[in-house]
């Protein structure tokens, strides 16, 4: 794609994000809502189309290659995302579940599920890409040094006189059932080429007849063969078979990206002009304009001041740097209105006081009137803390590109007019901060001057001794002396701090349930699929963590839970997460820790050294724990569990703000991932391996055991026989055999489980008040249509 296709798609997706927008704007006018349906609606089709948005952005910013473009770009995009996380919230609110179902949405708007799926932000990588080499080469080294090799002692175990004669008899007997077995092999291939042979003597066929049988079986192969040609042709015309060659991809593809990673090469030179250029004219504009501001702002505070002086008859005070300086006078102020807000400035506080104790006996009796007004009056959505930011970068998108002609910028590189339009501003504070200084001076001597004939003035009056609030005890640094670096060391080599997997989400795969919605219209709670799982880890835990911005003012996630049977990838959830942001990972699970730090003020020091390495340090408990972690640190705990409902609830519950329940994979789930593993190991796809059927047999076996299973069976022996024997599904059961599947007792134990958690408990009492609607409902229509029934009569 060229840069004017990817210019028409921003201008399209902007086009988009303004009529959304005006949506937004209107629900927010619109009367509250009492019907639960239609709020989720209006929230599940918000969701959807910024969803949309995102990903239209997210091709854009990194397929663009002008650098202030991908800038504003970058600002909407953090929008986009936090306001996509607000809503999820409120949709989990109003359903009490972390998992929505929206078939109906979908096909309104002519979307799949795929277009569901929640894209990473290359940038929450690529932009610390420098960072996190550094920080692997590190840990690389210290691995490397502390994995010194260690020569182990090879234990010989002592065998009985019974054990060991027991061992030469089962290898003798071996020997000898070997060598019977290839002496009857022997006897049978001399039985059949003795009766090949006689065969062979009596049965003398005349010419024409052997040749008439050649003709019939030579005709009989090939009829067979050219029906079975015809017979694919068709079923892939009628798109219900693959083409051949439908695995490797076209020529046009790989064009393409070749192409993508062109432009990322393009992007990084392009961004490297404008660093430079960044300098380079804001050294230009002052230059040549610093002295024209210099005079122009001294121009003006010299006018204030004899203003002031004709209108009051003194001199004004010089607002503090702290205030603004000159920046508060001339912000579309005249000289009066400065003054008269200095004298204002003290009858407000005492307003503000008076009032304060007013309001302080009001506002234990409103809070409980508003909470019964919100109840009558319905639902209304809440205000965003991200609208401002996405309008900010719709309103810069049209004040400075919709309309901007980009004739000449083919090669889509900086425009030195905008960036000396901001280093203008710049400049101009930079100056400020310089001639308030000047003109406080100058003020002071005017002052002087004026009031030396009338004796020395007394100065302003005392300042008054702030209130000392009281300190807060400041928590001891357990390693004060010590470097980031050393802890660093120390929590690698005690294999505290471990490198993530290089696994990306994408590779957790697990297909959309399509039958979330009927379910749910009877009554019945589906299990989630591995395709919500999967959204759930990339808005809880990948967004967030991705993105200061997002994590400053979304809706705070500190803490997440993964609970599932074993097997079902808990634990690569992890390392993806961490591989898709780049964050580091500490384990800090019981096995792990076992046996390190022990004692009291081990624990401290070791949770001490952890969360040093991090924005904030650790208390005592975990609740604590959570309490400590703000908007601003940028921290997620991960726990991972295979039997969480043997742990006591409520404490578990307390723990994990988030429950992630991952199930075993539905038949879907499982065709992707047969097809999945066989390939990954080197397998073939024929007609002869019926996945579907294979899916359907394997019902109950996790991730983990279908991974087994192909890697047992696709060995190199295998793999070179696939020309000639291909591969069946019979093969993969032996394997599975031999393993326990997750049965349905399980599931339902996990399910219960769930149920009791809050959410879950929320979820069963609404589910009850639904019901008990409905019964009304139908009550009042039976007694309507009794009613009919006696006026008939």
């Not at 090879?154 to 054990?163: D, G, I, N, R």
């Not at 003597?201 to 005709?219: D, G, H, N, V, Y």
């Not at 205000?383 to 309103?395: D, M």
Request: aromatic share 8%.
């Amino acid at each position: 794609m060229s840069n004017s296709t990817y210019n028409k798609m921003w201008v399209d997706t902007h086009e988009d994000l303004e009529y959304l927008l005006k949506q937004e704007i209107n629900a927010q006018v619109a009367k509250p809502q009492t019907d639960r349906v239609i709020i989720f609606q209006m929230l599940v089709t918000f969701y959807v189309k910024y969803v949309q948005i995102f990903r239209s952005m997210e091709v854009l910013y990194d397929q663009i290659v002008h650098p202030q473009k991908r800038r504003v770009i970058h600002h909407v995009l953090d929008g986009v995302m936090g306001r996509i996380l607000e809503l999820k919230n409120e949709m989990v609110k109003l359903e009490f579940s972390e998992y929505h179902y929206c078939d109906d949405v979908l096909q309104d708007l002519k979307l799949t599920p795929e277009d569901l799926e929640i894209p990473i932000p290359g940038y929450f990588v690529k932009d610390r890409l420098k960072v996190l080499k550094i920080r692997q080469n590190i840990l690389e080294q210290i691995l490397a040094e502390a994995s010194l090799p260690v020569e182990q002692k090879k234990v010989v175990k002592v065998l009985t006189l019974e054990e060991a004669i027991q061992i030469i008899q089962i290898s003798e007997r071996a020997r000898q059932g070997r060598l019977r077995a290839k002496f009857m092999l022997e006897i049978r291939m001399q039985e059949e080429k003795d009766r090949l042979s006689k065969y062979r003597a009596a049965s003398t066929l005349a010419p024409e007849i052997a040749a008439t049988r050649i003709q019939k079986m030579w005709r009989g192969y090939t009829g067979r063969k050219i029906a079975k040609k015809e017979r694919a042709e068709e079923m892939i015309f009628i798109e219900m078979a693959p083409p051949p060659n439908f695995e490797q991809l076209s020529p046009a593809h790989l064009q393409a990206q070749k192409t993508v990673l062109q432009r990322h090469v393009v992007q990084e030179v392009h961004e490297v002009e404008y660093q430079e250029a960044l300098i380079t004219l804001k050294e230009q504009v002052r230059a040549v304009e610093g002295m024209d501001i210099k005079e122009t702002l001294q121009d003006q505070i010299r006018q204030w001041f004899i203003e002031c002086r004709n209108t009051t008859g003194r001199f004004p005070n010089f607002p503090d740097a702290e205030k603004g300086g000159s920046a508060a006078i001339f912000a579309t102020k005249t000289p009066e209105e400065v003054l008269q807000e200095f004298v204002t400035q003290g009858e407000k506080k005492k307003k503000k006081k008076e009032k304060k104790d007013k309001n302080g006996k009001k506002k234990k009796k409103k809070k409980g009137k508003a909470n019964k007004e919100v109840e009558e009056d319905g639902w209304k959505i809440a205000e965003s803390h991200f609208l401002p930011t996405i309008k900010e970068g719709q309103n810069t998108f049209e004040a400075t590109w919709k309309n901007r002609n980009e004739d000449t910028n083919f090669s889509q590189k900086y425009v030195a007019e905008l960036i000396k339009e901001e280093k203008r501003k710049e400049v101009e504070e930079e100056i400020r901060v310089q001639v308030d200084e000047l003109m406080r001076q100058e003020l002071k001597n005017l002052k002087l001057a004026v009031d030396r004939d009338k004796g020395s003035k007394k100065k302003g009056g005392k300042k008054k001794k702030a209130k000392k609030g009281k300190k807060k005890k400041k928590e001891k640094d357990l390693t004060l002396h010590r470097t980031i670096n050393s802890l660093y060391e120390e929590l690698i080599r005690e294999g505290l701090l471990i490198r993530p997997r290089n696994v990306r989400l994408s590779d957790f795969i697990g297909e959309y349930n399509y039958l979330g919605t009927t379910l749910r219209q009877t009554d019945i709670e589906p299990m989630p699929s591995l395709s919500d799982v999967r959204q759930l880890i990339s808005l809880y835990g990948i967004l967030p963590l991705g993105s200061q911005a997002v994590h400053e003012k979304a809706p705070l996630v500190k803490s997440l839970l993964l609970a599932g049977p074993s097997g079902v990838g808990k634990k690569m959830l992890v390392h993806a997460l961490c591989t898709e942001t780049g964050a580091n990972l500490f384990n800090l699970s019981p096995h792990n820790t076992a046996g390190k730090y022990p004692g009291k003020i081990g624990l401290k020091m070791m949770i001490h050294m952890v969360f040093k390495l991090e924005p904030k340090r650790l208390k005592k408990s975990f609740p604590q724990i959570l309490k400590s972690i703000k908007a601003e640190d940028r921290v997620l705990i991960v726990g991972t569990s295979r039997r969480p409902f043997d742990a006591e609830l409520k404490t578990f519950c307390r723990g994990f703000q988030k429950i992630v329940l991952i199930p075993r994979p539905d038949y879907t789930s499982r065709f992707v991932l047969w097809r999945n593993f066989i390939q990954q190991n080197g397998g073939i796809l024929t007609r002869s391996l019926d996945l579907s059927s294979l899916a359907k047999v394997t019902d109950g076996y996790t991730q983990g055991h279908l991974s087994q299973a192909a890697k047992y069976i696709l060995t190199e022996q295998r793999i070179k026989q696939l020309h000639t024997k291909p591969l069946t599904a019979v093969e993969f059961i032996t394997p599975l055999a031999r393993l326990d599947p997750v049965f349905k007792e399980e599931e339902e134990t996990f399910k219960d489980w769930y149920a009791k958690t809050p959410l879950g408990k929320k979820r069963a009492k609404a589910a009850k008040e639904q019901g008990s609607d409905k019964g009304k409902e139908k009550g009042k229509k039976g007694k309507k249509e009794k009613k009919k029934g006696k006026k008939k009569k």
